[in-house]
């Protein structure tokens, strides 16, 4: 019905061929995709160190054929030859009858000697036997005695029972069988004494013949280690070549403690295993392999310093060090563009990982996590400035940043801001400060006419009324004036325009670029349309710009302290350029502030130049000539206007004028800007890109544009308050390295980079010569000396302090140099130039004294000078020495008001100074050759070549004579 009934096969008849086949095939291919997948996908690193072992084996064959063509060159061959016949003589002579003989006759020396000592031992047993017989027989007296005494009931150690034993011990040695047994002790120690000169003679001899013997022997080593010498290249090549060889791929990590923290911020141990393809990272030879083979840059100075088993790779690099792809390690946007097109697209959709990997300058963000107590790391120069200008520009003011919770404000103090500066100045000044200083730090807040005017209408209103000087500012002449700033020294923290003819050899300063003004237009150059406001210069606030040139003494000698290269930020445009300041400010404040700085404003870093009335008058009279007030009809009503005092008050809270500047009204106000402290780690999704859709997607991305132009990400719901403070690329790019280094991850201290005392001296002292613009006038660490371009000669020039040989705190007593900082006193009074007087505080004078000693290699915080009195005969003859008769040295020396005949510029110091001034070891250093410690110095030098009919001619005994008899002028 169904139709007819399958006939079941059953299951051992049926034929399974097929299904046995189609079974193996996808086992096979199961297992071959499985070594595949394991070896390929999963294990891309053994072919990294398949390759590495390629190349370094071909660099070996090729070392080990240039070894061996080497070797087997002519020259080698017939120094080969030589040793090889030399060998065969000296292996011959080994072989010899000569040397068979030395050897026998040891032979016989050696049987003899143990013969003798053997003798020499016996009779020593039977004298260690004798003397303890000797030593019995006076003893047997004590335990008699002690004996009877106990018997007697008697203490033992009574006085009478003592001498009792030492009578009975008298007898003893008097008796004939005591002197027996000396006797025979005295003649087994003669027995001995006869027996060692024969032994010591035999000794003698055996040691010849071995000193014999091993000369045989020696020549052959020698012959033998220098063949091995000549072919010891090849044969540490074929080692190296046969370890190649035999290597297995294998995982190479190290494991790290302290450096990670976990989300309690305890620290934690990680695994680095970026050598198990980076593999040739610390060694050396693999410069110019291709990646990931490459040698580290620097590779000793940091390897030296980081080893590689202790800080791993991720600590600067970043990164998943655990990780063994090219993908799960690096995790960046940055790679070269040598990754196949899939591993970029794959990095591109990874950019949010915890941990990217930095490129290029960026690693140096890394370098803030153990070296945070350094200014400046030598290492890390761009990390180094974005510290430096972060700190010149004060963004502290507005932002919490690690270090600089008690830095001071970078701004002057606008408290008394009506006595100095003029109203319609100030609009200008607000709404463009660059219109004005081109160089200035203040940067552009972008705001309107109206804003600027209110803003000045609170400054004003508030402003604090100045307290009355003594005296009273009177014109004066302006060509003196004139000619004071162009001596004294201002022109080496101010520029004057007008006054760059006087410059001798140089040229107009730079002009400014203007402003970038979006990211769209690239690294095209800036277009001046709808710029012009906004120009910026090259260079930071306060900072030289780079173009500028800086007077550099260029010396071969080594400096006296490591990183004594760091550049120092100032000269002629550490103050403000005043070119124009009769446009701002007014004779009368000029004139006030001429006097005594401090007095307007307590923590200037402006000197007291000491002046007289009638100079700081002829300066102020100078100065209101650079320039003309800009009279505004209406502003004065304008600025009364209690509305637009409000108004002020609102827009100085809102942009945060007082994190630069003291206002009053905001002596407590809080700072405007997000924290910073943690900004390194700020993740992509919680940073504000506004509508800028043509900035990418990344924290780089989004802190340079921040930087380079705040209002790009303004939107007319999210106005951007950031000023834009016009900073160059290579400005931004310092910056964005300093912020990324803000991570709040806590350190052990065994990963801290700690100062010694020495280099804590050092910094704290540029930091102070930094913030008083001593390299503005003299030249420091081969650095600064700008104002030494105004004057005619370097002699009536401000004098170089630190520069090859030449170190002020080794020249000077340490104790004089802390008073001469905190009151400093006529030394050359035939310079143009003037010493001022710095607000410098008692730690910051000792902090300098430090500096100079630590710089030079000496004691600190102070090393006294001891003046002793000196021999009168070599006093004497330094005298004579220092006579018209010989060295005539009064003859540019100054003597107290003596003055030396001819130009200043042939003048030196007064000497009756230098016993408080001078350490003794200087002057005896300065004397032997004056142009080794300052070339180009007008001191000549006398040595050698010193008289022969004093103190014998003896030139070492003159230079000290004539140290003493200096040491000996002046004060008693």
Known sequence: MFGRERTRIPDEKRPLRMAFFASSMALVLATGWALWDEGKTRRPWVEYQHQFNRLEQQMVEQALVAAEAKYQSPETQAKVHELETALAKAEEAIQGSE????????????????????????????????????????????EQEEHKARQAGKDPGAPEVRKAVEACRDATVKGAEYQALAAREKALEQRIRAQEPELAKLETAAEEKQAALKRFSEAATKLRDQLAELRAPITLLQRRLEGIRARSPEVQQVVIGGLAVNEFRQPILTVDRCMTCHLGIDRAGFEKAPQPFR?????????????????????????????LTVLEAHSSHELEEKLQASVREGLRKRIHWERPMFHGEMVQASCQTCHAAQTFVPMAPVLSEGKQLVAQLGCFGCHNLRGFEKAEKVGPSLLRIRSKSDPAWMVRWIQNPRGYLPLTKMPNFHLSEDEAISVAA??????????????????????????????????????????????????????????SGSPGEGKEKDKAAGQAAEAKPPAAAGQEPRSAKRTEVKEEA?????????????????????????????????????????????????????????????????????????????????????????????????????????????????????????FGVKRVDRLFFGEAVEVRQTWEDFVFWKLKNPQVYQTALAPQIMPNFGLTEEQI??????????????VPRAFERRLSDMEVAVQEGRRILQKYNCTGCHVIEAKGGDVAAF???PQVAPPPLVAGH???????????????????????????????????????????????????????????????????????????????????????HVQGSKLPEGPPEGWAPDLSLARRRLRPEWIVKWLRDPQKIQPGAKMPSFFPGGPDDILGGNEEQQIIALRDYIMSLGER
């Open 295 to 323: 040698t580290h840059p620097n590779r000793e100075a940091f390897f030296g310093k980081h080893p590689g088993s202790r800080f791993g790779c991720t600590a600067c690099h970043q990164g998943q060090g655990s990780a």
């Open 733 to 746: 790019k310092a910056i964005r390295v300093f912020l990324k280094s803000q991570v709040d991850v806590p």
């Open 791 to 793: 004057y005619e000669a």
């Open 806 to 892: 030449l170190q002020e705190g080794e020249k000077v007593q340490a104790t004089w140099l802390y008073e001469w900082l905190a009151r400093p006193t006529s030394l050359r009074p035939w310079l143009k130039v003037r010493m001022p007087t710095f607000p410098v505080t008692i730690d910051e004078a000792t902090t300098l004294s430090k500096y100079f000693s630590a710089l030079a290699g000496k004691g600190f915080p102070y090393e006294f000078v001891r003046v002793e009195e000196y021999s009168p005969e070599l006093v004497e003859a330094g005298r004579k020495l220092a006579s018209k008769d010989y060295f005539d040295c009064f003859s540019c």
């Open 99 to 142: 040397y068979s003989r030395l050897k026998a006759e040891l032979a016989a020396l050696d049987r003899q000697q143990a013969d003798k000592a053997q003798q020499i031992q016996f009779i020593k047993s039977e004298l260690d036997e004798q003397r303890y017989r000797v030593e019995h027989a006076q003893f047997v007296c004590q």
């Open 558 to 678: 080594p400096m006296a302290y490591p990183g004594a290269g760091e550049v120092y930020v100032g000269g002629p445009t550490f103050g403000p350029d005043l070119s124009q300041v009769a446009t701002k400010a007014n004779a009368e404040w000029l004139y006030r502030w001429l006097k005594d700085p401090k007095r307007y404003r307590p923590k200037t870093n402006m000197p007291n130049l000491r002046l007289a009335d009638q100079e700081a008058r002829d300066i102020a009279t100078y100065l209101m000539t650079l320039g003309h007030r800009q009279e505004r009809p209406g502003l004065a009503a304008l600025l009364q206007q209690e509305a637009r005092v409000k108004a002020g008050e609102a827009l100085i809270r809102k942009r945060g004028c007082f994190g630069c500047h003291e206002i009053k009204g905001f002596e407590t106000a809080e700072k405007i800007a997000p924290d910073l402290t943690d």
């Open 458 to 515: 609170y400054l004003v209103k508030n402003s604090e009324p100045e307290e009355p000087y003594p005296t009273a500012h009177q014109p004066g002449s302006a060509e003196r004036g004139r000619e004071l700033v162009s001596r004294v020294g201002c022109l080496g923290c101010h520029q004057i325009k007008e006054m760059e003819s006087l410059r001798k050899g140089t040229t107009a300063l730079p002009t400014a670029p203007p402003e």
